[in-house]
């Protein structure tokens, strides 16, 4: 790897980095591309050799941590035997991310019509996520635990959303997080069984 290459690699490494810290802490709309320069040490012209704009740069700090929570889930997953176990590993591995990165999922899950009235021709981790949900609804369906007749689309998008204000309640009332997922999983479990 020539120097060029690791210098780029390493200032985009620092964008991403301030980036995130910044979107958490202050919001999409409050941070400005200057901002991200400036806290990833970088001149700000460094900022567009590698973003077209903040949206840009929003989306690819969604992207990141979209993959990053995959891979709590499938780890999660790897164990699950039923619906019910399958459900609850999912929810654990939710909350584990969410105590590994605070405020990330609440910066990510920002619905992108927030952020821009075009379409952006990328996925929002909200999408990857339900996408996740829907693969292992169809696997449930397959293995005769959850309804045939299910819409897993469908519902692996208002699980998604049932989630995000499940756990910002959640978060806001102080509850116990095993009742949390306990009372989630039990709700899910019983739209879903067949």
């Given at each position: ?43 700000h012209g460094t900022f567009y050799l ?51 990165n605070p405020g990330v999922l609440a ?46 689309r469908l519902a692996g998008y208002l ?36």
């Open positions: 790897m020539t120097g060029a290459v690791r210098r780029k690699l390493e200032s985009r490494r620092k964008l991403m980095a301030a980036a995130r810290k910044l979107f958490v802490e202050r919001g999409y709309h409050e941070t400005r591309p200057q901002d991200i320069s400036r806290e990833a040490g970088v001149g590698h973003f077209e704009d903040k949206l840009d740069c929003f989306l690819a700090f969604t992207e990141e941590a979209a993959e990053e929570l995959e891979v709590f889930l499938e780890a999660h997953l790897a164990g699950a035997n039923s619906l019910e176990d399958g459900i609850r590993e999912i929810l654990l591995a939710i909350f584990e991310y969410s105590d590994a910066a990510t899950l920002t619905d992108v019509s927030v952020l821009s009235k075009g379409d952006t021709g990328r996925k929002m981790p909200a999408d990857r996520w339900a996408e996740s949900w829907i693969k292992a609804l169809e696997h449930w369906k397959a293995t005769g635990e959850a309804l045939a007749d299910l819409d897993s699980i998604v959303g049932a989630i995000k204000q499940g756990g910002a309640y959640g978060f806001r009332q102080k509850l116990d997080r095993d009742t949390l997922i306990d009372g989630m999983t039990r709700l899910f479990v019983r739209a879903l069984k067949k």
